[in-house]
Each structure stands twice: as structure tokens, then as C-alpha cells.
Nanobody, 114 residues
Framework: QVQLVESGGGLVQPGGSLRLSCAVS????????MGWYRQAPGKEREWVAS???????NYVDSVKGRFTISRDNAKNMVYLQMNSLKPEDTAVYFC????????WGQGTQVTVSS
């Protein structure tokens, strides 16, 4: 069963940046499309960004131009660079496959507040 461990979250002021990391184990990452998802308080978990095995990326409209997803298959890592953060980006962020697997990590909390 895949294991996912997210890290890199924290408290940041509006306009700030964070880089999230996701360590993926127990699968060969190379063959999978990977994604970042987030869940804000009281809301459904939503897809944020994805990257294919050929590094083709897609983003939800609300983060286009601000977030960048990347991957390092050799290290079994997926990243999310988040710039120009807004309070509405506050959420717990998760990585998972696209389509999603049943197994989820603990997520990493991102709080954007002054």
C-alpha cells in the first residue's frame, strides 16, 4: 500500500511563499500522475494541481500563476511551490495519485494570515 508523507506547511503572511513536499513510498512513482489536494475547514477536499509522468501540469483556476507542482522521480518526491499566498489558501494540503488512492497521508497545515 502506498505511503504518503506531506511536510512543509506553516503560518505565513498574505503574499508569502511556502514549499510543500510529499515523500512517496511503496510504489514506483515514475508511472503515476500525482496531485495535490487541500481541505479547508468546513469544506470538501478539492484538487489543486497535478503532474503527469511526463511532467505535464494542471491547476485549479484559483491557483494558476501562483502555484507550481513538480516531481523528482529519483527521490520519489512531489513538491508544491506556493507563491503570493492568500488567506483563502488556508487548508490542510495532501498529496495523492490522480485518480486518488484510498490511502492518505496526514497532510500538512497551511495557514495564511496577518
Amino acid at each position: 500500500q502506498v505511503q504518503l508523507v506531506e511536510s512543509g506547511g506553516g503560518l505565513v503572511q498574505p503574499g508569502g511563499s511556502l514549499r510543500l513536499s510529499c515523500a512517496v513510498s511503496r510504489i514506483i512513482l515514475t508511472v503515476y500522475t500525482m496531485g495535490w489536494y487541500r481541505q479547508a475547514p468546513g469544506k470538501e477536499r478539492e484538487w489543486v494541481a497535478s503532474i503527469t509522468r511526463n511532467s505535464i501540469t494542471n491547476y485549479v483556476d484559483s491557483v494558476k500563476g501562483r502555484f507550481t507542482i513538480s516531481r523528482d522521480n529519483a527521490k520519489n518526491m512531489v513538491y508544491l511551490q506556493m507563491n503570493s499566498l492568500k488567506p483563502e489558501d488556508t487548508a490542510v494540503y495532501f498529496c495523492n495519485g490522480v485518480p486518488k488512492w484510498n490511502s492518505w497521508g496526514q497532510g500538512t497545515q497551511v495557514t495564511v494570515s496577518s
